[in-house]
């Protein structure tokens, strides 16, 4: 999450992501445990060639203002 929340490129060595919005919107790229898929993301990679991912809905870094919004609206009922 945070290599796709600062731009950063990321390579996970397994086939499954723990928020798939960092590969399907984000810097991440899945390769599983094969060599070659490895070696075609690095040199995507090196060749400055990486995708340009997009920040998910919400990954503005203000949930903690949404939460407190909602407690308070949730206070004056």
Sequence with gaps: EEATFLGIPCIT???????????????NVLVGEEPAAL???????????????QLPERWDG???ERIVQILLSQQKD
Excluded: V
Aim: no cysteine.
């Design 13 to 27: 060595l397994n086939t499954y992501a723990e928020h798939p919005e960092t590969w399907r919107m984000g810097t």
């Design 62 to 64: 203000r949930t903690a």
């Design 39 to 53: 070696a075609k993301a690095m040199d995507t990679l090196m060749q400055g060639e990486w995708k340009q991912g």
